[in-house]
């Protein structure tokens, strides 16, 4: 226990000219009897005499003596400049203890890597995994702020009007989260705590969506078959035909407005061609999912009678998709208009502003808690499963947050430096 000279002298006189017993001089300074006692041994070793009088109890007598070993380097600057190299910038704060003894150095102060941790520890800094969030530029910060301004006064009463969509990719052979094994310091190899990694392990694309009050249906991607990409062309080559004289019509009409400014320049007169510039449908190149998967397995037969369901108890329902070609493409529009539903496009790369994304997560940790699956046959199982296990509370309490985490991108200009989540009462 600390005590200053003045309680130190206190104890001396009472123990030598008072005549009071160590339990009396305990209770009456509340010091523990081995502190008081120590008190006085080290005064009598120092020179203390209890038996002159009158009694001189000198400073010497009661001082801590001075501590040994090299004296400390933590001195204001050398913390000061250590804290400042670590929150520099970002290269400043992946830096380790010994690069930064280095930086030091070239500024005059000799520190080990050890006192910089000890440094650091002191201030409240710990080495940890950085914060991941999605990468925004100038423009992006600008149109996020832009999109919440728009709906800063949306309360929760409209956002449960919305139906939120969207897709995650599903790697196999791979657990989710973070996690440890048992294991002795001569078992570093044995099989059973060994995690192998795969090359070009197969994954899938899960799809679902759902709104405040229900949880809508959901979907696995299997690769397009030969026999469904010919069934495709002939979909296609169909809707063109239907397609062409309405697109033809509509690019006369444009054409001939813009003729009316043109007469009096020389060159040759437009003529209609039916290509993709001008509306024709067509399948990207690329494979994967495209507009016409994404509608005939999805838009119309699964999104589209679910939000026709939530009609019935919220007329104003909305269905949320983000800007993704599949979505974006000019046709899903057509049809959105065909079974009259509107749409709220998503601004991309955002996903704190879209209330499915914590699903995906908790469905990550959810079907690879006992281990990943080693099959697209049981991946599917898993995820289809842990879809029907989510709860519509927690549905609710991830829609809950959109009010708030707009609340916080218009306080950041369209940033996205904050906490997601619920606002925590303290």
């Not at 006085?40 to 009694?55: E, S």
């Not at 933590?74 to 003894?101: F, H, M, P, W």
Request: glycine residues 6%.
């Amino acid at each position: 226990m600390h005590t200053d000279i003045a309680t130190r002298a206190f104890v001396v006189a009472l123990k030598s000219s008072g005549g009071k017993t160590t339990p009396e001089v305990a209770e009456a300074t509340g010091l523990p009897l081995r502190t008081v006692n120590h008190i006085y041994a080290r005064a009598i070793q120092r020179g203390f005499d209890p038996n002159h009088r009158p009694i001189v109890i000198k400073d010497e007598y009661l001082r801590d003596a001075p501590r040994s070993g090299r004296p400390s380097r933590q001195s204001t600057e050398a913390v000061q400049n250590t804290v400042s190299l670590v929150r520099v910038d970002r290269y400043g704060r992946e830096k380790t203890c010994a690069d930064i003894a280095g930086d030091l150095s070239l500024r005059g102060f000799e520190v080990s890597a050890t006192t910089v941790w000890r440094i650091l520890r002191t201030a409240g800094f710990k080495k940890t995994k950085p914060t991941r969030k999605p990468g925004l530029t100038k423009k992006m910060r600008e149109e996020r702020l832009r999109w919440c301004l728009d709906y800063q006064y949306w309360t929760l009463e409209d956002w449960k009007n919305v139906i939120w969509s969207d897709e995650t990719s599903v790697i196999l052979l791979h657990r989710r989260g973070a996690y440890r094994v048992w294991r002795t310091k001569d078992e570093a190899f044995a099989k059973s705590v060994i995690r192998e990694r795969w090359k070009g392990s197969s994954e899938f694309m899960f799809w679902g969506c759902f709104s405040y009050d229900r949880k809508g249906p959901c979907h696995c991607w299997a690769p397009e078959t030969a026999v469904q990409k010919r069934q495709a062309e002939k979909e296609i080559a169909a809707m063109n035909r239907e397609l062409e004289p309405l697109m033809k019509e509509m690019w006369e009409l444009n054409s001939g407005i813009q003729q009316l400014g043109l007469r009096t320049k020389p060159g040759s007169k437009p003529q209609w061609k039916w290509n993709q510039k001008n509306g024709k449908l067509a399948r990207s190149q690329r494979g994967g999912i495209d507009w016409y998967r994404y509608q005939t397995q999805i838009l119309v037969p699964k999104l589209l009678p679910f939000a026709k369901e939530c009609q019935l108890t919220r007329p104003a329902t909305m269905v949320q998709e983000d800007k993704a070609p599949s979505h974006n493409h000019y046709i899903q529009q057509r049809i959105f208009d065909l079974y009259k539903v509107q749409r709220l496009l998503w601004y991309p790369n955002s996903p704190d502003l879209n209330m499915i994304e914590p699903a995906w997560p908790w469905m990550k940790r959810k079907t690879t808690r006992k281990g990943a699956p080693k099959s697209r046959a049981a991946a599917i199982a898993a995820w289809e499963t842990a879809w029907k296990e989510l709860t519509q509370e927690a549905i609710q309490s991830w829609i809950e947050r959109i009010p708030r985490h707009i609340e916080e991108i218009i306080k950041l200009e369209g940033g996205n430096e904050y906490q997601e989540g619920r606002r925590l009462i303290p």
